[in-house]
């Protein structure tokens, strides 16, 4: 620690140096990892009235994990409906990611090797414009859409494809096609990115030997933007899981995401801490799967970025 | 000329398909803040109306979020930026070992939801406050403050990655040389680096700008009992789906849509090839210049703020409620004559549908009404079916 801030005074000066270590750790310390470490603390504690914390009562307990486990119930039931929220939660924001991936690679592809100039510029910023649009808006958007007077409903029944309109709502459908809608930019540029500085030569080669173009996609251009593709995946998927926006106004009213629980345990509930616990048992999930499925495909975290 | 192999058509296609997918929605969105039913929808069309947005301009709740957004926003460059700048720096300076576990630490805000960092920056500050015996009203305890802290935490890291794209390219003689011709460190940082990475600041503000305003899941915890411009839009979303929701999207799109015309342009402006087109012909180059097509674009909008003000369609409107009314009492008329068979009124009336539809929220006129007969549109009580 002393012989790093020694060399950063060499190399920055006394003013510039202590400039640097004070904005680190001011974020590093106050803002990431102390608010993480006291919701840590938080979630093994009993919901007390403030006036009791600090009291004898105030101790450590597996209370608010045991009742994500088990309900409310003392028997040792599951409790399966909170268990099923998160299998469900999880399972959607793959999809979604999965559902991202598929659509964005050919798009990310035609950028990067055939648009050149200005008018990949100009596809770029046609990317970037609809990401500027307030996510809450952007979920608005797709609720006219899907409602049973939306614009998808009225072409169906005017084509004749339904007769009665679809509740789009209900089933989830909006909800998804929001959520991917939402995340589509933070796929697509890493993916451009790792695809971009790709010899063009590679593929030509591949051709050359023979290759169809679905070889050439698997054997040569996937391999080699993997790094850009396990970065998109792994930013979707934890917006995704983490969303709350989108599944505020989309989800159908029987059908909630994980992130409402929580939200509900710290508003209407007024529990924080078993907000705490169940907000720690999706950050640990979502953490655990994304460095699963790392470990699977052989790519390192240092390699993440936009 | 050779005629085009039709799979050479298809990325084109898939483009076209993919654009629509983006902007479809949107464009949607856009229509409905002109027609005058009072749920949002493109069909039935009633009357091009402008009045959603004069619904606005009315809404104090929304107009004061907005107020604090912006507050937040100001807060949030002005502490996310020197961090990002700090932490991009740091980086580039520390040996490979620290750099990446550093570089996990940085980018590990941008992976947690905000759902997660909201949570933490409010237990977080409460414990504090709670430690210092502070008074409710101290900034621990204000949504404007916490908020801004919760936002810097991944914000930060946003503009981090922005620093980080542009140090990398830096070329450290500079300093070097700056430091054997006789500068202190200190001045070699402010007078070498920091210009360096001036248009990265410039960017790097833009971003965090943006990012505060739009932030909902971690804001939604800090706020506490006040609100934001987000905030306040979500609840407007959630409590009663409205065409005035779609008015502040327009403007919303065209706010983007003029800062995204105006910066390709400057991009365009400012490339060597137009440089060569515009030397001789003056006329063009005050035409084309970025600062020509901001007045343009200025003009236009106050054209709009204008005819958006101006534009009266209360006529429509009243012809429209009284087709209504008339269609309502014939509905009306036909079933007492048809009472004992009881039967489902007339063929315009549609089939109830699913009623979870768009209920969402109480003040939406009729989940059921595909068509504007339906006696809901009135906004009178009517009587029901049978």
């Given at each position: 620690m002393r012989d790093l801030f020694y060399d950063l005074v060499r190399r920055n000066g006394m003013a510039v140096s202590i400039y640097l270590m004070l904005a680190v750790s001011l974020w590093v310390f106050i803002l990431i990892i102390l608010p993480q470490l006291t919701m840590l603390d938080y979630s093994f504690r009993f919901n007390l009235p403030p006036a009791k914390?600090?009291?004898?009562?105030?101790v450590y307990t597996l209370e608010q994990y045991r009742y994500f486990f088990q309900g409310s119930g003392a028997s040792d039931g599951l409790n399966t409906l909170d268990i099923g929220i998160l299998f469900k939660t999880l399972l959607a924001a793959v999809f979604v990611t999965v559902f991202d991936l598929i659509i964005c690679y050919p798009v990310a592809f035609v950028l990067a090797k055939s648009s050149t100039g200005a008018k990949a510029r100009l596809l770029v910023l046609a990317l970037i414009v609809p990401y500027w649009i307030n996510e809450i808006l952007r979920a608005f958007a797709f609720r006219i859409l899907f409602g049973a007077t939306g614009v998808i409903n009225e072409t169906g029944m005017g084509l004749g494809l339904w007769d009665t309109p679809i509740d789009f709502i209900r089933q989830d459908v909006a909800l998804y096609a929001g959520l991917a809608y939402a995340y589509i930019l933070l796929m697509i540029f890493p993916l451009y990115n790792a695809i971009e500085s790709l010899d063009r030569n590679q593929i030509e080669a591949a051709r050359d030997m023979g290759a169809n173009w679905w070889q050439v996609h698997a054997k040569v251009v996937i391999p080699y933007a993997k790094p850009g593709i396990a970065s998109g995946m792994t930013m979707v998927f934890m917006l995704t899981s983490g969303a709350l926006a989108a599944p505020q106004i989309l989800?159908?009213?029987?059908n909630l995401w994980f992130t409402q629980l929580v939200y509900q345990w710290f508003n209407s509930g007024g529990n924080w801490p078993r907000g705490s616990a169940y907000a720690m048992v999706l950050l640990i999930v979502c953490i655990a799967l994304v460095l699963l499925v790392m470990r699977l495909f052989k790519v390192s975290i240092g390699e993440i970025k936009q | 000329m050779k005629m085009k192999s039709p799979t050479a058509l298809i990325p084109g296609l898939y483009l076209t398909l993919f654009f629509a997918y983006l902007f479809g929605p949107l464009i949607i969105m856009v229509i409905t803040?002109?027609?005058?039913?009072?749920?949002?929808?493109?069909?039935?069309?009633?009357c091009f109306t402008t009045d959603w947005f004069g619904k606005l301009a009315s809404d104090d709740k929304l107009l004061s979020g907005l107020g604090n957004s912006l507050l937040i926003g100001v807060g949030v460059v002005c502490v996310a930026i020197p961090i990002g700048l700090a932490a991009a720096i740091t980086l580039s300076q520390v040996g490979p070992k620290l750099r990446a576990a550093l570089y996990t630490i940085f980018i590990a805000p941008i992976l947690v939801p905000g759902v997660v960092i909201g949570l933490s920056t409010l237990i977080f500050w409460d414990r504090i406050g709670t430690l210092f015996n502070a008074p409710y009203e101290s900034f621990f305890y204000d949504g404007t403050f916490l908020t801004i802290f919760g936002q810097v935490t991944f914000i930060a890291a946003y503009s981090m990655l922005v620093f980080l794209s542009r140090i990398?390219?830096?070329?450290t003689t500079l300093t070097e040389a700056a430091l054997d011709m006789g500068a202190t460190p200190t001045q070699a940082f402010v007078k070498v680096l920091l210009p360096f990475m001036a248009p990265a600041i410039g960017s790097a503000t833009v971003l965090a700008f943006l990012a505060s305003l739009e932030n909902y899941n971690t804001t939604v915890f800090t706020i506490v009992s006040s609100s934001t411009f987000t905030t306040v839009l979500s609840s407007k979303v959630r409590y009663g789906l409205d065409p005035s929701i779609s008015a502040v999207a327009v403007i919303i799109i065209a706010i983007t849509l003029i800062g995204a015309i105006i910066y390709e342009c400057r991009n365009r402006y400012y490339t060597k090839g137009w440089a060569h087109v515009i030397a001789e012909r003056p006329a063009l180059k005050i035409a084309t210049h970025p600062g020509t097509v901001a007045v343009i674009l200025g003009a236009l909008t106050l054209a709009a703020v204008l005819f958006i003000q101006n534009h009266d369609s209360s006529v429509c409107t009243a012809q429209v409620l009284e087709e209504k009314r008339a269609l309502q009492q014939q509905l009306m008329e036909q079933q007492s004559i048809n009472t004992p068979q009881q039967a489902v009124p007339a063929p315009t009336m549609p089939n109830l549908g699913p009623l979870g539809g768009d209920e969402g929220g109480g003040s939406a006129p009729s989940p059921f009404g595909n068509n504007i007969f339906s006696p809901e549109n009135l906004g009178t009580s009517a009587p029901e079916g049978n």
């Amino acid at each position: 620690m002393r012989d790093l801030f020694y060399d950063l005074v060499r190399r920055n000066g006394m003013a510039v140096s202590i400039y640097l270590m004070l904005a680190v750790s001011l974020w590093v310390f106050i803002l990431i990892i102390l608010p993480q470490l006291t919701m840590l603390d938080y979630s093994f504690r009993f919901n007390l009235p403030p006036a009791k914390i600090g009291g004898p009562e105030d101790v450590y307990t597996l209370e608010q994990y045991r009742y994500f486990f088990q309900g409310s119930g003392a028997s040792d039931g599951l409790n399966t409906l909170d268990i099923g929220i998160l299998f469900k939660t999880l399972l959607a924001a793959v999809f979604v990611t999965v559902f991202d991936l598929i659509i964005c690679y050919p798009v990310a592809f035609v950028l990067a090797k055939s648009s050149t100039g200005a008018k990949a510029r100009l596809l770029v910023l046609a990317l970037i414009v609809p990401y500027w649009i307030n996510e809450i808006l952007r979920a608005f958007a797709f609720r006219i859409l899907f409602g049973a007077t939306g614009v998808i409903n009225e072409t169906g029944m005017g084509l004749g494809l339904w007769d009665t309109p679809i509740d789009f709502i209900r089933q989830d459908v909006a909800l998804y096609a929001g959520l991917a809608y939402a995340y589509i930019l933070l796929m697509i540029f890493p993916l451009y990115n790792a695809i971009e500085s790709l010899d063009r030569n590679q593929i030509e080669a591949a051709r050359d030997m023979g290759a169809n173009w679905w070889q050439v996609h698997a054997k040569v251009v996937i391999p080699y933007a993997k790094p850009g593709i396990a970065s998109g995946m792994t930013m979707v998927f934890m917006l995704t899981s983490g969303a709350l926006a989108a599944p505020q106004i989309l989800g159908g009213p029987s059908n909630l995401w994980f992130t409402q629980l929580v939200y509900q345990w710290f508003n209407s509930g007024g529990n924080w801490p078993r907000g705490s616990a169940y907000a720690m048992v999706l950050l640990i999930v979502c953490i655990a799967l994304v460095l699963l499925v790392m470990r699977l495909f052989k790519v390192s975290i240092g390699e993440i970025k936009q | 000329m050779k005629m085009k192999s039709p799979t050479a058509l298809i990325p084109g296609l898939y483009l076209t398909l993919f654009f629509a997918y983006l902007f479809g929605p949107l464009i949607i969105m856009v229509i409905t803040a002109f027609n005058s039913s009072t749920f949002p929808r493109v069909s039935p069309w009633e009357c091009f109306t402008t009045d959603w947005f004069g619904k606005l301009a009315s809404d104090d709740k929304l107009l004061s979020g907005l107020g604090n957004s912006l507050l937040i926003g100001v807060g949030v460059v002005c502490v996310a930026i020197p961090i990002g700048l700090a932490a991009a720096i740091t980086l580039s300076q520390v040996g490979p070992k620290l750099r990446a576990a550093l570089y996990t630490i940085f980018i590990a805000p941008i992976l947690v939801p905000g759902v997660v960092i909201g949570l933490s920056t409010l237990i977080f500050w409460d414990r504090i406050g709670t430690l210092f015996n502070a008074p409710y009203e101290s900034f621990f305890y204000d949504g404007t403050f916490l908020t801004i802290f919760g936002q810097v935490t991944f914000i930060a890291a946003y503009s981090m990655l922005v620093f980080l794209s542009r140090i990398q390219r830096f070329d450290t003689t500079l300093t070097e040389a700056a430091l054997d011709m006789g500068a202190t460190p200190t001045q070699a940082f402010v007078k070498v680096l920091l210009p360096f990475m001036a248009p990265a600041i410039g960017s790097a503000t833009v971003l965090a700008f943006l990012a505060s305003l739009e932030n909902y899941n971690t804001t939604v915890f800090t706020i506490v009992s006040s609100s934001t411009f987000t905030t306040v839009l979500s609840s407007k979303v959630r409590y009663g789906l409205d065409p005035s929701i779609s008015a502040v999207a327009v403007i919303i799109i065209a706010i983007t849509l003029i800062g995204a015309i105006i910066y390709e342009c400057r991009n365009r402006y400012y490339t060597k090839g137009w440089a060569h087109v515009i030397a001789e012909r003056p006329a063009l180059k005050i035409a084309t210049h970025p600062g020509t097509v901001a007045v343009i674009l200025g003009a236009l909008t106050l054209a709009a703020v204008l005819f958006i003000q101006n534009h009266d369609s209360s006529v429509c409107t009243a012809q429209v409620l009284e087709e209504k009314r008339a269609l309502q009492q014939q509905l009306m008329e036909q079933q007492s004559i048809n009472t004992p068979q009881q039967a489902v009124p007339a063929p315009t009336m549609p089939n109830l549908g699913p009623l979870g539809g768009d209920e969402g929220g109480g003040s939406a006129p009729s989940p059921f009404g595909n068509n504007i007969f339906s006696p809901e549109n009135l906004g009178t009580s009517a009587p029901e079916g049978n």
